[in-house]
T-cell receptor
Framework: AQTVTQSQPEMSVQEAETVTLSCTYD???????LFWYKQPPSRQMILVIR??????QNATENRFSVNFQKAAKSFSLKISDSQLGDTAMYFC??????????????FGQGTRLTINP | SAVISQKPSRDICQRGTSLTIQCQVD?????MFWYRQQPGQSLTLIAT?????????ESGFVIDKFPISRPNLTFSTLTVSNMSPEDSSIYLC???????????FGPGTRLTVT
């Protein structure tokens, strides 16, 4: 079974700083997808970014980028020029492809990120 | 991505009663999912609901406690039956779509059982 671990329960940075959230996972699969979700206090889960394991290039979405290290099974999220609206709980998640069985998202424990003015 | 709504957004229920949560999507989707998020915890998949077939439940979740309906490609319900305070959680539905069938979530239903 797949497991996802986020070792930083809480982080806090000043506005405009860069912050990196860590995530490691364990799987025997060679093909899979990794995601970062954001859950602000409103509790709506928002997809931030995704990475396909077969792609070597790290995904980027505006101020959000990932550092995907497949051999190390590491998937960190970097937020550049952090903004107050980035304050939220961030979850790392793993999913197998559709052709490999049930598409279940396996979540890490989450990192509570606070951006201070 | 699809626009997903849930009803109710929150409810306070007495133990022993049941609550049905509705999930509505603005487009047709094949796969819908129900997750539970206990207070201060991460999300755990309850079941996968595909239209035209029985829901598939994860280990630790049973149909008698969490019956699910999926009558069409835009709608699903989750019932939390015979509730106890341990059922107090946020319940979220999600749909799979996009290039890799990534999941998008509804706003969640906050359930408190007294």
């Amino acid at each position: 079974a797949q497991t996802v671990t986020q070792s930083q329960p809480e982080m806090s940075v000043q506005e405009a700083e860069t912050v990196t959230l860590s995530c490691t996972y364990d799987t025997s699969e060679s093909n899979y997808y990794l995601f970062w979700y954001k859950q602000p206090p409103s509790r709506q889960m928002i997809l931030v970014i995704r990475q396909e394991a077969y792609k070597q290039q790290n995904a980027t979405e505006n101020r959000f980028s990932v550092n995907f290290q497949k051999a190390a099974k590491s998937f960190s999220l970097k937020i550049s020029d952090s903004q107050l609206g980035d304050t939220a709980m961030y979850f790392c998640a793993f999913m197998k492809p559709l052709n490999q069985g049930a598409q279940k998202l396996v979540f890490g424990q989450g990192t509570r990120l606070t951006i201070n003015p | 991505s699809a626009v997903i709504s849930q009803k109710p957004s929150r409810d306070i229920c007495q133990r022993g009663t049941s609550l049905t949560i509705q999930c509505q999507v603005d487009s047709q989707v094949t796969m819908m999912f129900w997750y539970r998020q206990q207070p201060g915890q991460s999300l755990t998949l309850i079941a996968t609901a595909n239209q035209g077939s029985e829901a598939t439940y994860e280990s630790g979740f049973v149909i008698d406690k969490f019956p699910i309906s999926r009558p069409n490609l835009t709608f699903s319900t989750l019932t939390v039956s015979n509730m106890s305070p341990e059922d107090s959680s946020i319940y979220l539905c999600s749909v799979g779509e996009g290039a890799v069938n990534e999941q998008y979530f509804g706003p969640g239903t906050r359930l408190t059982v007294t």
